[in-house]
């Protein structure tokens, strides 16, 4: 198994719910972890849990949807942690409502966020993972981008998309020793999911983002020569 002490890694979406719970673990692990998100307040307040569990710990308050925003506030991120071994791209939106009732703008902020975020983090980050030969990049899709679902078109595209983007840049940088995991989480109890009313969270029965920040570590500490290439986590509970 891989010993993660000593890495890098940078998590979008970084001071609520997945991406949290996975920072968390990742400074269990030894890991020196950047977040990212547009709450400046959440995010120091992250930041100041992670450096309690003895690991360096930094943020950049910026919108994945702004690519001159994720170049700058990556670079920063960087320069703090040192360098980066693991980007684990997690921000992302959900709205939902029938394909001729959501609005053109929410669609199209759907994938700017979803789609265009992961783009814009990855495209940032690669060259470092390929100067080091060696590197982990993990995105979080969903089960909506497995299947689509009536008032899920756009969240489900965004979904689907980034699944597609995922395999062909596995195909791209295995030659240079870089994973690209792909997880496809059920519904989880985040903040989303909680404030759309999809859940309410009842932890005897709802998926936890603990639950899948175990998943992502276990991946992660595979032996190089092993890669988790996608992942689904659901509820034992029907």
Do not use: C
Request: charged share 20%; no cysteine.
């Amino acid at each position: 198994m891989e010993d993660l002490k000593g890495k890098k890694a940078i998590i979008t979406g970084g001071s609520r719910g997945i991406g949290r719970a996975t920072a968390i673990a990742f400074a269990k692990e030894g890991i020196a972890v950047g977040i990212t998100g547009q709450n400046e307040n959440t995010l120091k307040e992250t930041v100041a849990e992670l450096k309690k569990l003895g690991v360096n710990a930094t943020y950049a308050a910026f919108d994945v949807s702004n690519y001159e925003a994720v170049q700058k506030g990556m670079a920063s991120i960087i320069q703090d942690l040192g360098g980066v071994d693991i980007l684990m791209n997690n921000a992302g939106i959900g709205n939902f409502a029938p394909f001729n009732e959501m609005e053109v703008s929410e669609w199209t902020r759907m994938i700017e966020v979803n789609v265009l975020g992961v783009y814009y983090a990855t495209k940032v980050v690669l060259p470092h993972l390929i100067a080091n030969k060696e590197g982990d990049i993990i995105n979080i899709s969903s089960t909506a981008g497995l299947s689509g679902n009536a008032n899920t078109s756009a969240y489900s595209a965004s979904k689907f998309a980034v699944i597609g983007m995922s395999q062909a840049l596995t195909k791209e940088v295995r030659k240079d020793n870089i994973r690209v995991s792909t997880l496809t989480p059920s519904t989880i109890a985040t903040d989303m999911t909680l404030e759309l009313g999809i859940t309410d969270g009842n932890p005897e029965k709802v998926l936890q983002p603990e639950d899948f920040a175990e998943l992502i570590t276990a991946g992660l500490k595979l032996p190089r020569r092993a890669m988790l290439a996608n992942a689904s986590i659901w509820s034992t509970n029907p």
